[in-house]
């Protein structure tokens, strides 16, 4: 809570504890010192019961609009903060990837211009056919994260048709099956913000087996368990050797991953080892607590 928003809910406070009282006050002064005179008791009583309860009616109205109106401001607050968040998140995420391949390439053409200047045309030429493999690489990630990011936005459908369709769409471009194992009757016991996160992770899961993992086949497996639900991205590839978070050579990928579902009261956690494939664990919990308050610590590791 800012300073602005204490400053109106000590307002707010005093105006509900004095406001009733001083209109209490008035009106029973304006009943003793005039009502009285002029009407007969009865027709005072009612009076008094008719003005009591039109200035109550009118006091609550006024209270909840004034309680209504800061939280609208509060919720306009929290979305355009977490608006600003995802656009980092996407800026960092293209940073990961989009920038490493154009350094790539930067490098590879400084190269093949020192091969021009040699004459080596033959190592020219097979500098330039890398050069055109990044640059595919490229294209092809950039469509993907468009892809990906129009998908996360456009959840209408529901999570697990949105998810099943994702699943459909990588297995038509790798060749790699997935087998998806949703909660029972496709439950959706998260917000809407939530599951856009855990979309968001599953995709970028997928995008690390695309791209290092060389698998057989994915699964996505989800269970409840009290009041939490783990989605477990499994894959059977070549796996890496974990990286215990915070060392040389975290991925940030996987920094961005664990901050999506931190956002949304979860954490997450890799584990892989080289030849058997990698897990990626979403764990969201749902009785309000904050998931994220043990990540980086134990299991938490990062690969290339």
């Known amino acids: 809570m800012n300073f602005d928003d204490r400053r109106r809910y000590r307002r707010l406070k005093i105006l509900t504890t004095v406001g009733p009282t001083v209109f209490v006050a008035v009106a029973e002064t304006f009943r003793f010192y005039y009502l009285r005179l002029v009407l007969p008791p009865a027709s005072v009583s009612l009076v008094a019961v008719a003005v009591t309860l039109v200035g109550a009616a009118a006091f609550s109205t006024y209270v909840f609009d004034v309680v209504e109106k800061m939280e609208n401001e509060r919720q306009e607050y929290k979305d355009a903060m977490l608006a600003l968040q995802e656009r980092e998140r996407l800026a960092r995420e293209m940073h990961d990837g989009l920038a490493q391949n154009l350094a790539a390439i930067n490098l590879n053409v400084h190269r093949a211009k020192k091969l021009l200047e040699a004459e080596d045309f033959p190592e020219l030429g097979e500098e330039l056919g890398h050069i055109q493999a990044a640059v595919n690489l490229s294209y092809t990630e950039v469509r993907q994260s468009l892809y990906d990011l129009k ?123 080289p030849g058997v494939g990698t897990t990626v664990t979403i764990i969201l919990a749902l009785d309000g607590q904050r998931g994220g308050d043990n990540v980086g610590k134990g299991k938490t590791y990062v690969g290339g």
Do not use: Y
């Open 151 to 273: 998908a996360s936005q456009s959840l209408q459908q529901g999570f697990w048709k949105t998810l099943r369709k994702q699943a459909v769409d990588f297995e038509r471009s790798t060749g790699v099956p997935v087998v998806l194992e949703p909660l029972p009757d496709e439950q959706e016991p998260w917000t809407d913000s939530a599951a856009v996160q855990i979309l968001r992770i599953v995709q970028e899961s997928l995008a690390n087996v695309r791209k290092h993992a060389a698998a057989r086949m994915v699964t996505i497996r989800a269970a409840r368990e009290d009041n939490q639900v783990k989605i477990c991205i499994i894959d059977d590839g070549k796996g890496f050797v974990p990286i215990p978070a915070g060392e040389v050579g975290h991925h940030f990928g996987l920094s961005i991953m664990e901050e999506r579902a931190e956002s949304v009261g979860g954490h997450v956690t890799v584990h892989s080892e």
